[in-house]
């Protein structure tokens, strides 16, 4: 008897250690019951979440963010495949192309936020008086050097996009995969734009045999370049002048061709019921203050009266570069296309170059 | 298979089980107590219908479907076969699942072989040296070898100019990660041998390799099948390895992730999703015929095989099982090297700032309490509906087909790979009009998810356990006219605490670990650790997922040492019956 009695004072004990750590899981989770919880979107980078999420909640007490974070085609994927299931309530920083898709599906919900009239044309669906979204600001392509590994290689620093189609750089180059990321979508539609449709794909068929691999991500290319992995990858400036500061020996480069870009943008995503919440939060995305927030990672920003700042090392002639007019229409409208299109050429890279 | 113990029905079931001569039982009549337990069968298959039979089905309909629900037959298989890309994964996949087989097999049998038939030494140091792939997440090796024979690698010169990125960094990640299965089966295998036959060999003077030819081989010849099968059946399905270094050499399982997660394109998810299941069905039927053999191989009057030290064979052998321990090893301590380092190559500073989880985004520490949340969760809920589902089908009275078919089920979470449960959950859950769509993006459907996921391994060994304990006990309690739920606690459940106990951190360790099904159903605030680091990788930051998986692996190598302690003590405390 008293042998199963200890028996199961040790099943009983150990059972309890289990269930304290669920009990403590349970504990750290929750926030004040008053508030109102939004469930927010985004495809920003991680390291820009804490600081937009804590000038948001300190200008609107009684609402709280929670992030959903992914590259641009998941998230956009996810909206997508919950359009009958909705969970989000607001969109903050996903490429307006994406958006746009969503906009087609009707999915999102008009509003005009305060300040609307301070955000320059480009910035803005212009389409009727009530747009379902507003632009934030832009992020362009850029092309991260490691000058390090490029010495020792024996490469050339390219300064244009054809350029990276010499052979020297055979298994050098790597770039996000446009399925995924917003980055390798918005630098392909700005190849098929600026080459032409035929001349485009004849310069990603002549990329790719230089190809190493295509990310998931658009920030990797530039820091696996930045860890001298690969020397030359395919991304946009901010993590490449985030890492210059770190100490990583790169050189961002913008090609003399022009670069292509995307906007990131807000919108709220029709059905939520959290829709004065949602509002405030798209005010405040179209604000000054959110504008100087954005301007610490990018340089062009969607509102007049806010003059951007360069931030340390970053490129000085993005904004000259950027490719002009960029028809996001197109890009949106013809998005899967170009994605089918894409995956039909490029999707198998059966065996890694060596 | 996290544990000897968990293996099925390893050579104590054989022994124990009452060897004919039973007395003729009187039935009795069913009562109150009968109903309830039927009752509880019913309420138990209803639950393998909602969280197994109806996702997998749902996924199954998906597949014949076009994008606005119309049955369109096998179009999309028609369309997936006509793509030379998604082809090429179908056999990149078999490419590196069977070489990846061959060399995990070949490894782990000599390394069983050193444990179970040598007396080297340190065999109690290198048997749990060998298990510590377990504890950590699959996609750990693949950040490893990028540090070891990546572009800036250590040993980048070993490979002569090949790249770790793509069949080779898969194939060495699988062989670690899938080691450690091989192991367990091919020990169980091995220890099982009759010391008689080797005895009769001496005697009629065999020279060793032909007693290893005509003994030690065909008397582990199931345990290599099922090995095998099991091995390749992981290999195949894996998808932190090739996410991490597969690069452009795509296979099937991070297919799914780039059709559903990538182009939102889910019925092509739910072909490549079925294609996954097929080899794996196939080699979980092979595997289950073979385990019935390995059962029947040792009569009752076998002599177990005991090992007499043989000087120069044991030195071998102990260098080749150091060799391959040091591999394991070699890969843990780069992973944790990597975490602590301030930037590689450039800066190789030891610094802690990696684990500052915080610098990365609004998430810090929090998707390790959900990883510790949901792990304590899925162990005591898990423990409780395995133990006693097992006990339903087991000992119950009655309802005896029922009761067959949902021990069959109950197998089949081991031939479902974990990114084909995942889909099949969202596209029950999240179909429009299930009222259990509630789950969704809750720490619910994580729970349930995983404890279907680990189902079957689980189930085995509550069943291998409950078939100790004679069916008598609840005659003779029915007899007694005690209640057959205090028969249950004080008797079934204190005799079977090793195997509830094993079942629990198995649970525990796998929840900490998995990443493949969890990826399609996490939410923002139910985002676990594992996943954290694939995402973190993904983003290009390798030294804090490396930092993300070091803090997994020493999760799971705690609660296992507790484990371990606790049941060195129980053993001497209560298992005492089982010697002879």
């Known amino acids: 008897m008293k042998k199963e009695s200890l028996t199961r004072r040790l099943a009983l004990m150990s059972m309890a250690a289990l269930g304290s750590v669920a009990a403590l899981g349970l504990a750290s989770a929750p926030a004040a019951a008053e508030d109102v919880v939004l469930k927010v979107y985004t ?26 974070r992914d590259s641009t085609g998941v998230v956009t994927a996810r909206l997508l495949a919950e359009k009958e299931n909705r969970q989000a309530d607001v969109v903050w920083g996903l490429a307006a192309s994406s958006l746009m898709v969503l906009d087609q599906e009707g999915m999102l919900e008009s509003y005009k936020p305060v300040g609307f009239d301070q955000i320059k044309d480009d910035f803005k669906d212009r389409r009727t008086g009530w747009p379902t979204w507003v632009g934030m600001d832009a992020w362009a392509s850029a092309i991260c050097f490691n000058t390090a590994e490029a010495e020792k290689l024996g490469l050339p620093k390219p300064t244009s996009w054809k350029d990276l189609l010499d052979p020297v750089y055979q298994g050098h180059i790597v770039m996000p995969n446009p399925g995924s990321s917003g980055t390798g979508f918005l630098s392909v539609a700005a190849w098929l734009q600026m080459f032409g449709e035929t001349g485009g794909w004849q310069f990603m068929d002549g990329l790719h045999a230089n190809m190493n691999t295509y990310t998931h991500s658009g920030s990797k290319p530039c820091k696996a370049a930045g860890a001298g992995e690969y020397p030359i990858g395919i991304s946009f400036s901010y993590p490449g002048v985030k890492l210059i500061n770190d100490g990583a020996p790169l050189e961002v480069i913008l090609p003399t061709e022009g670069i292509g870009w995307e906007m990131e943008a807000t919108a709220i995503m029709k059905g939520t019921d959290k829709l004065e919440a949602a509002q405030k939060l798209a005010d405040f995305a179209a604000s000054a203050e959110a504008n100087k927030l954005y301007n610490q990672s990018y340089q062009v920003l969607a509102r007049k009266d806010v003059t951007p700042e360069l931030p340390e090392n970053y490129p000085a002639n993005e904004a000259d570069l950027l490719l002009s007019p960029n028809n996001f229409e197109w890009a949106a409208g013809n998005r899967q296309a170009i994605l089918d299109e894409w995956q039909k050429r490029y999707g198998a890279k059966s065996e890694p170059k060596s | 298979m996290s544990d000897a113990a968990l293996a099925p029905a390893g050579p104590l079931a054989a022994d124990i089980r009452p060897s004919g001569n039973q007395p003729p039982r009187i039935r009795p009549q069913a009562g109150a107590e009968d109903w309830v337990m039927r009752g509880a069968i019913a309420l138990l298959g209803v639950y393998f ?10 996924l199954l309909i998906k597949s014949v479907e076009d994008k606005d629900k119309n049955f369109i037959g096998v179009a999309n298989f028609a369309r997936y076969f006509a793509d030379p890309a998604l082809t090429q994964s179908l056999i990149n996949t078999f490419t590196v699942s069977i070489i990846g087989t061959v060399i995990t097999i070949f490894l782990a049998f000599l390394y069983a072989y050193a444990l179970t038939r040598t007396c080297m030494a340190m065999r109690g140091i290198l048997r749990a040296v060998a298990l510590v792939p377990l504890l950590a997440p699959s996609l750990l090796p693949g950040l490893a070898l990028i540090y070891l024979f990546g572009n800036q690698g250590i040993f980048k010169g070993l490979l002569m100019g090949h790249e770790i990125y793509g069949p080779i960094g898969i194939i060495i990640g699988e062989v670690f990660f899938a080691f450690p299965h091989a192991l367990i089966i091919l020990v169980t295998a091995l220890s099982v041998a009759d010391q008689r036959l080797y005895e009769a060999a001496d005697s009629l003077r065999a020279s060793p390799t032909r007693v290893f030819m005509t003994v030690t081989l065909p008397g582990c010849r199931y345990g290599l099948i099922s090995a095998a099968m099991v091995v390749f059946t992981l290999i195949f399905t894996d998808f932190g390895v090739p996410k991490v270094i597969g690069g452009s050499y795509n296979v099937l399982a991070t297919d799914v992730y780039r059709q559903v997660i990538g182009q939102f394109n889910f019925q092509m998810g739910a ?30 009057r076998a002599v177990p095989y005991r090992p007499s030290p043989r000087p120069k064979t044991d030195r071998f052998f102990l260098i080749v099982a150091c060799l391959i321990a040091g591999f394991l090893l070699l890969i843990l301590g780069m992973a944790f090297l990597g975490s602590i380092i301030t930037f590689w190559p450039y800066k190789l500073v030891p610094t802690l700032k990696w684990y500052d989880f915080t610098r990365l985004g609004t998430d810090g520490w929090g998707p390790y309490f959900n990883s510790l949340r949901m792990a304590a969760m899925v162990a005591l809920i898990g423990t409780a509906i395995v133990f006693t589902g097992a006990y339903l089908t087991e000992k119950s009275r009655g309802a005896k087909g029922l009761r067959s078919a949902l021990h069959l089920i109950a197998m089949v979470p081991l031939a479902v790979p974990g990114i084909v449960l995942g889909l099949a959950y969202i596209f029950f859950f999240n179909a429009p009009g299930n009222p259990l769509g ?15 996921h680990f189902y079957t391994v689980c189930h085995l060994t509550a069943v291998t356990a409950l078939k100790q304990v004679d069916a008598e006990f609840e005659a003779v309690s029915a007899s007694l006219k005690v209640p057959l739920f205090r028969t249950f606690w004080r008797v079934t459940v204190p005799v079977c605490l090793p195997a509830i106990l094993d079942i629990s951190v198995y649970l525990f360790v796998n929840a900490m670990t998995t990443v493949s099904a969890v990826i399609f159903l996490y939410a923002s605030d139910t985002k676990l650790m594992s996943i954290n680091a694939i995402n973190t990788d993904d983003a290009g930051n390798t030294a804090s997922a490396c930092a993300m998986g070091m803090v997994i692996v020493v999760t799971s190598a705690v609660l296992k040492g507790l484990h371990s302690l606790l049941v060195r003590r129980l053993h001497k405390r209560t298992q005492a ?3 002879r």
């Open chain 1, 43 to 68: 495809a920003i980078e991680e390291e820009q979440m804490p600081p937009y999420k804590e000038a948001f909640e300190a200008a609107n007490p009684g609402i709280k963010i929670e992030w959903q």
């Open chain 2, 49 to 58: 219908i909602i969280t197994l039979v109806l996702p997998l089905y749902t």
């Open chain 2, 271 to 300: 072909v490549v999703g079925l294609l996954l299941l097929f080899p794996a069905v196939i080699s979980f039927t092979v595997d289950r015929l073979v385990q019935r053999k390995q059962v029947a191989l040792l009569s009752a």
């Open chain 2, 438 to 452: 509630l789950i969704y993006n809750t720490m619910t459907i994580l729970v349930v998810n995983t404890i279907c």
């Open chain 2, 577 to 579: 019956w089982r010697q």
